[in-house]
């Protein structure tokens, strides 16, 4: 297979994880007799800087021509201005709404060998292996809104058909899973809410009746991730919603380092990017964690171009070096002695490779 996937490393330590990224891609390509081309362009505080926009057009324009995104983070204190009318983070939301990327996929996956990398008792943590679907394109993001010195606001707007299309996606995994299916929401205060919980409600009876569905408050679940994760397969809630109980469920997998993400639309071109941010304060000592940015790679493979067995192999080689007790040093434990971030690419270039 002939690929294009356009390289948009970003800022802080998006860089760093990328490049590993794309070592563990080039294995892939090596092995099974593909062919990858990486074309590289600006977004977010990098792309202010030299063309005053956090997209340029021809990042954008990359990203339409090419199969897939390989995305690293945006942002950092130079550019940490909330009242700043150019920011890098508008970068990454233009791309979601202008490639019509309205659903991510956040995986949450405990593996044994990390279980006491987290804070939480090994025993919450046996079985964990959840699915986030978080609707990306509209919600308090994209809604309407006013900034002022005495008084601002933001609006939370959805839409039967936004409602709709997010949670096919997150029913349609829940039917390859275990059957399960969360739906999270604030009904009980916020009428966007409530038009999501009605529209859920409707859509799951009418098209998925195989599954088991539950309805859960956001602040519930909040708690829930904590004191039973194991009992959730698919959750599927809103843009908000979505971004903050990923980064709490990230330290059940014991570090931001360990979540990949994939941000999908109608057809086959995706966004691929771990969730965590530029970390500023490692950005350039070599020590952030790749394998987000690596586990991204593997669901751009499955997602993107089609090749779950391609996919499937940097899993089993991620999982492979955690055996092996390689760790950087967000998830090594007293005793454990870190490796760089190069080092971690390279041990799972070399996985792959066989």
């Not at 859509?203 to 679940?221: G, T």
Request: hydrophobic share 45%.
């Amino acid at each position: 297979m002939k690929a294009t996937i356009a390289v948009l490393a970003g800022d802080g330590i998006g860089p760093e994880v990328v490049a590993e990224g794309i070592k563990v891609l080039q294995s892939v390509a090596t092995r099974y007799g593909h062919s990858f081309a990486f074309p590289q362009a600006l977004v977010g505080g990098c792309a202010i800087d030299v063309t005053g926009k956090p997209l340029p057009t021809e990042t954008f324009s990359l990203c339409q021509a090419s199969d897939a995104v390989l995305f690293g983070a945006v942002g950092g204190p130079k550019w940490d201005d909330p009242s700043a009318k150019v920011r890098p983070e508008q970068g990454l939301l233009e791309i979601r709404k202008g490639l019509g990327l309205f659903a991510n996929l956040r995986p949450v996956r405990v593996y044994p060998q990390l279980v006491e990398a987290s804070t939480l008792r090994p025993e919450v943590l046996r079985g964990v292996d959840i699915l986030v679907v978080r609707e990306l394109t509209g919600g308090l993001y994209f809604g309407e809104r006013q900034e002022g010195t005495e008084r601002a606001y933001d609006t939370m707007v959805y839409t039967r058909p936004e409602i709709e299309r997010v949670v096919r996606v997150a029913a349609r995994a829940a039917q390859g899973r275990r059957k399960k299916l969360a739906s999270v929401d604030k009904a009980n205060i916020l009428a966007s809410s409530r038009l999501w919980r009605r529209v859920t409600t409707e859509l799951l009876s009418r098209e998925f009746s195989d599954l088991q569905v539950e309805h859960v408050l956001v602040d519930a679940c909040a708690m829930y991730l904590i004191r039973r994760p194991a009992t959730f397969d698919v959750i599927v809630t809103e843009n908000m919603f979505g971004d903050i109980l990923t980064d709490e469920a990230a330290m059940l997998a014991g570090s931001m380092g360990m979540l990949p993400s994939a941000s999908l639309g109608e057809g086959r071109r995706g966004l691929y990017e771990p969730i965590h941010g530029t970390a500023p304060d490692i950005a350039g000592k070599h020590i952030a964690n790749p394998l987000a940015t690596i586990l991204s790679c593997a669901m751009l493979l499955r997602h993107s171009l089609g090749l779950e067995v391609e996919a499937k192999a940097v899993e089993d080689a991620v999982a492979a070096i955690l055996a092996e007790g390689k760790r950087t040093v967000d998830i090594a434990t007293k005793g454990e002695s870190p490796i760089s971030t190069v080092q971690m690419g390279d041990a799972v270039a070399r996985q792959v490779a066989g």
